[in-house]
């Protein structure tokens, strides 16, 4: 019997289509292929176990080889009759996986084509494509299917001994990548190491006289049986961490993982793994594996799985996501949001049985698992309800404690007189080690805060929890984060404050987008003499603005900082009493004018407020502009005889350079004058 005719298609250019557009990497071909042959294997043993098929299925290993420019599937499956060649393969989009699905609903195997598409992507890489098949039938006759690429085709009976079907593929030479070895190799490992139906690549190989040879043992490139179509029962914790460890073999051990099991309303199985996070939330994203029944799809899974869970390992395979023609991409439906859905309910349920089952092993791994959860907590509302549960807070002194718990526990000592709860926190136990311990003298917790999302969970965490908030432990003096009383009033006069301010102030370095202001507290005898602060608000949306987006603008602001001066402290004291004495002979008479042009300033605004603007003379303004020009000059002149005065006084200089060293803020040249000075005033 010799056959001709036309593929039935609705277009002279659907090749053309196929080898462009179908699929968007040529490499998917041997995918299709060899799914195929995994369909026509499942399918013989689906009739084999129903009783149509009396033979012995026999070895049904899938084979794949080389042969010059050819490159050959071989499969031992049900095979094809003309009639069906003619059906499924000359009627291009007849699926005989929906066919047969249909059919063998409640018995069949795990069935991987639907759309009757994939065997065509062989023209991606051929200029030639041969298929040589003899169905399972009684009586059937080998047939050979030939195509060169165009709707043309050739249809003959042949010889074949066995059932079953050669895809013989004649590479064209743009892809002759496609026969090398290596290239074979990489591609079986990609998409194929998990098909559930062994396929063997050539012999396996040893180590004889000097050189690699093939021995008598096919190599069989997949795991038919990988962990997660396995019962969970099966299966030991070893188990668990040598298919990790297969998947990701440079990977650390994993913390823990969830093994998915689902038969309605859906179907899904895999095993998900918590990695061994740290600070870099895009270093380990896309390390989930889709599968449909165990053929590899994507590691783009953003669809299916929360943006937050991206950050798990693992492996996902379920025949009811909806996929592309070219089984590429997801196509979003009520499943997949139920499937993510659900997904997201395991992860919180397995995080909440450690946590309750085996605290001390979740609070040791707290730190890689805090990232995860926290990024969890600021995108999914529905996760922050379940996670809040067993979200842990970790104080300096490395102990634990679930927001409920915390929130006892600093409630009666750090609530200030607003009735609001102050958590006290640092970013760096170093860096900020001398106000960690100002507020551990009054009896207060720090927090340790300073993972990569945590000013952003930080905001959240003040919107959740009623008449809370945060404050970094450098934020201000401790008396003024936790404010139980009026602040006590500065004991100074409107002249002395303003020396303290100006005799500071010139001496406080110039530092690139960094501003200083210098501020008056009475702080007590005993506290600093000097304390640098910096305001929460600025700070934290300087911080935020790394991260996000649309906040740039906060990114460009300098730092601000608040050098606070205790007047209470001897220090401070005896530099406003130093800086009277020596300054008085030079500054009186100073004071003198500027008091007398003062108050010539205030006669003149109260004399043109009395006015309406164009009611006031040439002459008026001229004499207002005067007394300006005049205080201005005087002040310059009072200013510099403290600027003079502070010049000379080392203790400002250590005073203010002590302040900054407390914040990593002295170096290079500035750190070693003060070195310098330090070793002189202790001499």
């Keep these: 019997m010799t056959a001709k005719g036309n593929i039935g298609v609705t277009s002279e250019n659907i090749f053309p289509v196929i080898k462009k557009f179908l699929y968007s990497d040529h490499e998917i071909f041997l995918r299709e292929i060899v799914s195929n042959a995994i369909d026509a294997t499942r399918k013989l043993e689906t009739l084999s176990s129903v009783g149509e098929y009396k033979g012995e ?127 074979i190799t990489s591609l079986l490992s990609k998409y194929c190491r998990f098909l ?26 997949n795991e038919t049986q990988p962990a997660w179509v396995r019962k969970p029962t099966d299966l030991k914790e070893e188990d668990y961490k040598t298919f990790y460890s297969d998947l990701y073999p440079m990977a650390d051990e994993p913390l823990f993982w969830i093994h998915l099991n689902v038969d309605y309303p859906f179907n899904l199985t895999g095993i998900l793994y918590f990695p061994a996070i740290k600070n870099n939330i895009d270093l380990h994203r896309h390390k989930i594996q889709l599968y449909c029944n165990q053929v590899f799809v994507t590691d783009s899974v953003e669809d299916i ?31 997949v949001k139920k499937i993510s859905t659900h997904i997201t309910k395991k992860v919180a349920d397995r995080l909440e049985e450690i946590f309750k089952t085996d605290r001390p092993q979740f609070e040791s791994k707290w730190d890689s698992l805090k990232l995860f959860i926290q990024y969890g907590m600021l995108s999914d509302e529905k996760f922050y309800e379940r996670a809040s549960k067993f979200f842990l807070l970790k104080d300096v002194d490395n102990k634990y404690f679930t927001l409920e718990e915390y929130k006892k526990l600093i409630k009666e000592s750090q609530t200030d007189k607003e009735d609001t709860t102050i958590y006290l926190y640092t970013t760096s136990v170093n860096d900020q080690y001398s106000y960690i311990q100002a507020a551990r003298d009054k009896g207060y917790s720090v927090l340790v805060m300073n993972g990569q999302l945590d000013v952003h969970a930080i905001s959240q965490l003040e919107q959740k929890l009623e008449k809370t908030r945060f404050v970094r432990v450098d934020g201000d003096t401790i008396d003024n984060l936790i404010r139980k009383t009026d602040a006590n009033a500065v004991q100074l006069n409107e002249d002395q404050k303003l020396a303290l ?58 730092d601000s900082y608040n050098l606070v001066l205790n007047v209470d402290h001897r220090l401070v004291k005896n530099t406003l009493e130093d800086s009277e004495k020596k300054c008085s002979e030079k500054l009186n008479p100073i004071l ?14 109260e004399q043109q407020n009395k006015k309406k603007a164009e009611e006031i003379t040439e002459a008026e303004k001229e004499d207002m502009t005067n007394t ?39 170096k290079g040249e500035a750190l070693s004058r003060f070195i310098s000075r330090s070793v002189k005033l202790i001499k």
């Design 57 to 183: 299925p026999g070895d049904l290993t899938i084979r794949i080889k080389t042969d010059g420019d050819k490159l050959i599937i071989s499969d031992r499956g049900i095979g094809m009759t003309a009639e069906e060649i003619d059906k499924y393969i000359n009627q291009i989009a007849f699926s005989s996986a929906e066919e047969f699905l249909e059919k063998y609903k409640n018995d069949t195997a795990a069935i991987i084509g639907h759309f009757g598409l994939g065997f065509y992507s062989a023209f991606m890489v051929s200029k030639k494509v041969e298929i040589i098949t003899k169905s399972y039938k009684e009586g059937a006759v080998a047939i050979k299917w030939s195509c060169e690429g165009s709707p043309a085709y050739e249809l003959s009976e042949t010889d074949r001994e066995d059932r079953g079907t050669d895809i013989i593929l004649t590479i064209d030479d743009e892809n002759r990548e496609f026969l090398e070895k290596t290239k």
């Design 196 to 221: 559930p139906v062994p396929i063997a690549f050539g012999k396996k190989q040893e180590w004889k006289d000097g050189k690699y040879v093939d021995t008598d043992e096919d190599n069989i490139v």
């Design 305 to 335: 799985v929360p943006e937050f869970l991206t950050l798990l390992h693992g492996v996902l395979d379920s025949p009811d996501i909806p996929l592309n023609v070219s089984r590429s991409y997801l196509q979003s439906d009520q499943n």
């Design 592 to 605: 003198a004018d500027i008091k007398g042009w003062e108050a010539r300033q205030a006669d003149l605004r």
């Design 628 to 666: 300006n020009r005049k205080l201005d000059e005087l002040r310059e002149q009072r200013n510099a005889v403290w600027t003079e005065y502070a010049e000379k006084n080392s203790i400002v200089s250590q005073l203010i350079d002590l302040a900054l060293l407390s914040n990593g803020l002295l």
């Design 501 to 558: 301010r100006e005799i500071f102030n010139s001496r406080l370095p110039a530092v690139e987008k960094t501003e200083f202001s210098v501020a008056l507290e009475s702080l007590g005898e005993k506290a600093s003499p000097v304390v640098l602060t910096q305001s929460e608000f600025m700070r934290r949306m300087r911080e935020m603005s790394a991260m996000q987006s649309g906040m740039s603008f906060y990114g460009e602001m300098p």
